[in-house]
């Protein structure tokens, strides 16, 4: 009956408080979520948003879905049971930079190897939000917080060098600040079959903030950062005149009509391609000499955990066809007592 | 038989084959167990595999063990055997001990070169009186050289000749036993059904074997073995992890829900998780996750989805999954956890038995996290409380811990194949439809049981957020109220109390007017039965209780355990039952047997030491 039904924010809203500090860009992103589960149409008792531990993991609490708030790292692994499990769900996984690539590192390669039907928001504020401020897996090498005193000596992940390096076939990138974006990557995560990694650059108000503003502030984002769609050249900048191209086998930020660069240059993105070479290159770009891609970069079909095992279930019932356990004990080696 | 043999009648007896690891002993042991069931014996049978994957031929380390007990009253492989074979010097070097005083070595003679005693690390050329062992127990036949005599026109070569010799050992003990060939003649060819030649040389081998015994002028005994009045029915030879695997499959398919397991390999538990791979023919999904907190949030995924959930493992893996199942226990879910204990601490004795992780199970979590803890006593038995423990998880909304260990585990016995209807049906405490209408909370539970109410993805309506932060009792929002939490840890412990209500009984073995009573658990059951069983056939009164289930403990646990002047609890461990009881049930001096060897008792020890017990 819910076939035809469309949905609105609303119905994936819960009547929870938010708890989040104000200002935290975690609020949009719910705001997102919601939106993109309303545009995407499926019900929501049909949906199921699985979390671990961090601000970020608070999430679920706020979905009228079906929610499970579980523990510090988790959540991938609980996520994969659940999909497992029913593969009718649709599946979402929320989780923090601290959550999904320190402690639950394991785990989010592997689902992303598995290539599990899951969708992956992952909220990187690039700190520990709820600990109060220690540094993470992502946080610039340098950095002064609360466990790093005198600046960390380590370098962090870059989540979706990660996500190439598990053979991922979905990778999307959005900032709390832009709401459209997130919404369009939230929503192409969830029409993709397999593991869908959406990174959104999130700010913490309290302890970490305006970390992202070197791409995210208005004045310089449009600069600094592409939105790449499927299909469509890779432009970019104020007055929409920037455009990357290849260089030798490096990319390269040109101003069209400038060094003898015209249009026919510009690369045409194409998120579809299996080889990731291309799909890497643009995700490293990181607002410096290259603009920060935004937008879905990678979203590629392959065959995806969950169908594989339940055509494998499907195969071998259909083989032996056993009714019962019963049945398939008395067709191995037994004896008979009279 | 030729006139100078004896026959012997027997009650029960022992026998242990021995050879290489890749001289198919194994083989050899499971047929002869099977056959020796198929003609009504009880049976039961212990594997003992060297630690090494592939130690050098020949060599001290890569002997391996197959110890089968047959008869009348069998409740355990034995404490030791009757009849040794003994296919090369480094088998008859390490398992000697095994053998009772007085009993037969059948040995290869080939095998007992200068070579093959080099190897085996012998100082002398005469194995048999380096190892003082009488030269009239043994039964020295040149099991190779007649093995190749009897497939010289097979058309086979050399090696895969040589390799039919177990078989013909076996050929051998079938006569020594008098085993009827054909049925083991039946099961080779089964075994090899892909390989016509291979079986047929094997059938051959066996007769010839069997032959053998009956034609030479053998001074030593063979038995007759007496026969148990089983009953009537279907049986298959079961180990105690397939019979875990079948009891969670049974119990899914009472309680109509499909089947999960999430595992990582571990010994001695991996074999739940080879045999649940398989029975995907039965629509069982079982997942290898990349680790054992995988295997238990998998599980735990899959609970919240409405699945039967399992998740396997050994000690080492309970550890890791210690947080997972806080969680459960806090979201309240349905989660069966095996641990198929092993000899600890750390990676410890991975091949051997223990019952080591009582207290892990009990209490190794943070916070006042109870859960229901039950224990299997023997391979079949594994069957039964897997099913319990799928039950209980499913009916109560708990995680369940079942304890097996590496004894029963990989020990066997003849099993009765239960008809549907002899297992009750599972009922899970779903949500209602009405109950919609009645402003249903996720943690609203059933006032009798406290039970909460299972409402599962998928279902309209029942939309809710489970979590392991504490939730408000009436609300179901989370919560920090300390009175509050108090009320919700006294709801999960009431929960878990009230399960006493349906285990069943204990009920006391041995002669019940006794001044000593036995208490045991789990996978020791068969030694410390046997023991208890010969004592009150000697006229030495022993009572005896043995618990499946823990946690609860059932309900006349402490009313019995009163009435004896004397309470030993008997564990192979440093005395974790007993603690526990003792703390369950106060002013009763527990006395402790406990054994950390990694290895069973021998149900002789054990009569030893009830006996002083009595005597003093
Ligand atoms: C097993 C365990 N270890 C540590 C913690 C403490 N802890 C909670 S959240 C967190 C880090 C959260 O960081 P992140 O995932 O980035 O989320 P954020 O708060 O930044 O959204 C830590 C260390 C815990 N809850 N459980
Ligand atoms: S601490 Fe930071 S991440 Fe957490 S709610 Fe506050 S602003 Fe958001
Ligand atoms: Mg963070």
């Known amino acids: 009956m819910e076939e035809n039904k469309t949905y609105t924010a609303q119905d994936f809203k819960s009547d929870q408080y938010v708890r989040w500090c104000p200002g935290c860009g975690d609020h949009a992103i719910v705001n997102a979520l919601q939106k993109a589960m309303a545009e995407v149409g499926v019900a929501p008792h049909k949906t199921a948003v699985i979390s671990g531990i961090g601000c970020s993991s608070r999430l679920p609490y706020y979905m009228g879905t079906y929610g499970f708030h579980t523990i510090h790292g988790r959540g991938g692994a609980i996520a994969s049971g659940v999909k497992m499990a029913n593969p009718e769900l649709t599946v979402w996984q929320v989780s923090g930079d601290g959550d999904c690539l320190a402690i639950g590192g394991n785990h989010f390669i592997h689902e992303v190897r598995r290539n599990i039907d899951i969708n992956i928001l992952l909220m990187n504020n690039k700190i520990y939000g709820l600990t109060k401020g220690q540094y993470s897996p992502t946080t610039d090498r340098g950095s002064v917080t609360k466990s790093s005193p005198y600046g960390t000596v380590e370098d962090p992940f870059i989540p979706a060098e990660l996500v190439f390096g598990a053979r991922g076939t979905f990778f999307a990138r959005s900032l709390d600040v832009e709401m459209a974006t997130t919404v369009e990557i939230l929503a192409a995560a969830a029409a993709h079959k397999g593991a869908a990694v959406c990174e959104v650059l999130q700010n913490c108000v309290i302890f970490n903030h305006n970390i992202h503003s070197y791409v995210a502030d208005k004045e310089v984002r449009a600069d600094r950062t592409i939105h790449l769609r499927h299909g469509e050249k890779m432009i970019f900048g104020k007055e929409n005149n920037r455009g990357i191209v290849l260089d030798g086998y490096m990319l390269k930020a040109v101003t069209i009509g400038e060094d003898g660069y015209t249009m026919d240059d510009v690369l045409v993105h194409d998120a579809k391609n299996p080889n990731n070479v291309l799909h890497q290159m643009l995700a490293m770009m990181d607002g410096h000499d290259l603009p920060l891609a935004l937008g879905v970069i990678r979203d590629v079909d392959a065959p995806n955990y969950t169908d594989e095992l339940t055509r494998q279930v499907e195969e071998v019932k259909g083989k032996k066809n056993f009714k019962s356990l019963r049945e398939y004990i008395l067709s191995g080696d037994t004896w008979e007592v009279k | 038989m030729t006139e100078s043999t004896k026959v012997k009648v027997l009650e029960k007896v022992v026998v242990r084959f021995s050879g290489d690891s890749g001289d198919g002993m194994q083989l050899a042991g499971n047929i002869f167990s099977a056959i020796s069931a198929a003609i009504g014996n009880e049976i039961s049978t212990f594997p003992d595999y060297p630690a090494e994957i592939r130690a050098p031929q020949g060599t001290l380390s890569g002997v391996s063990g197959f110890q089968v007990h047959i008869g009348k009253g069998v409740y355990t492989p034995g404490d030791k055997a009757d009849v040794l074979v003994a296919m090369n010097p480094a088998a008859l070097k390490t398992q000697i001990q095994f053998l009772k005083k007085g009993g037969v070595v059948i040995i290869d003679t080939d095998s007992f070169k200068e070579a093959d005693l080099k190897k085996a690390l012998y100082e002398t050329d005469d194995a048999i009186a380096e190892l003082g062992i009488d030269p009239a127990q043994v039964m020295s036949v040149a099991i190779t050289t007649l093995t190749k005599e009897s497939l010289a026109d097979s058309g086979l070569d ?459």
């Open chain 2, 158 to 616: 050399v090696k895969s000749i040589v390799r039919c010799k177990n078989i013909f050992a076996l050929g051998l003990v079938c006569w020594l036993f008098d085993r009827p060939v054909s049925q083991a003649g039946n099961m080779l060819s089964h075994k090899f059904a892909k390989k016509p030649t291979i079986a047929e040389a094997n059938v051959k081998v066996l007769n010839d074997g069997y032959n053998y015994g009956n034609n030479i002028h053998a001074s030593v005994s063979t038995y007759r073995v007496e026969s148990a009045s089983v009953r009537k029915g279907i049986y298959t030879d079961l180990n105690g992890n397939t019979a875990t695997a079948w009891g969670l499959i049974a119990a899914a398919e009472k309680a109509g829900l499909p089947l999960f397991l999430g595992s990582y390999p571990i010994t001695p538990a991996t074999d739940i998780l080879h045999e649940l791979a398989k029975r995907k023919d039965l629509g069982v999904k079982a997942v290898q996750m990349e680790d054992e907190i995988a295997g238990a949030c998998s599980a735990i995924g899959a609970a919240f989805a409405g699945n039967l959930a399992a998740t396997s493992t050994s000690g080492p893996g309970l550890a890791l999954k210690s947080e997972a199942i806080g969680l459960a226990v806090m979201a309240e879910l349905p989660l069966v956890v095996i641990d198929v204990q092993r000899g600890g601490p750390s990676t410890g004795l991975p091949t051997k038995t223990e019952q080591t992780d009582l207290l892990q199970a009990l209490y190794g979590r943070n916070g006042e996290s109870p859960v229901v803890v039950v224990a299997a006593s023997t391979p079949a038995n594994c069957y039964d409380m897997a099913f319990n423990a799928a039950k209980i998880a499913l009916e109560h909304m708990t995680p369940v811990i079942l304890l097996t260990d590496g004894f029963i585990a990989n020990g066997s016995t003849a099993w009765r194949v239960p008809e549907e209807d002899e297992y009750p049906e599972i009922r899970p405490n779903y949500v209602k439809p009405e109950m919609l209408a009645e402003g249903w909370k996720p943690y609203m539970r059933n006032p009798e049981t406290q039970v909460r109410y299972w409402a599962v993805p998928g279902m309209e309506g029942f939309m809710h957020r489970l979590g392991g932060l504490e939730k408000d009792a009436k609300t179901s929002a989370i919560s920090t109220d300390p009175a509050n939490h108090a009320v919700m840890v006294a709801a999960r412990q009431a929960k878990i109390d009230n399960v006493a209500k349906e285990i069943p009984q204990l009920e006391v073995l041995g002669n019940p007017d006794s001044d000593l009573l036995v208490v045991g658990w789990g996978g020791t059951y068969g030694h410390l039965y046997s023991a208890v069983t010969e004592m009150c056939n000697e006229g030495k009164d022993v009572a005896m209780i043995h618990f499946n289930y823990i946690n609860p403990l059932p309900s006349n646990a402490e009313e019995i355990i009163r009435r004896y002047k004397k309470v030993v609890v008997c564990e192979l461990n440093n005395g974790q039952f007993a603690s526990y009881l003792a703390g369950k049930i106060p002013g009763v001096e527990f006395l402790r047997y406990n054994k950390v060897e990694g290895q069973p008792f021998s149900s002789a020890e054990l009569v030893e030491h009830f006996t002083q017990l009595i005597e003093k």
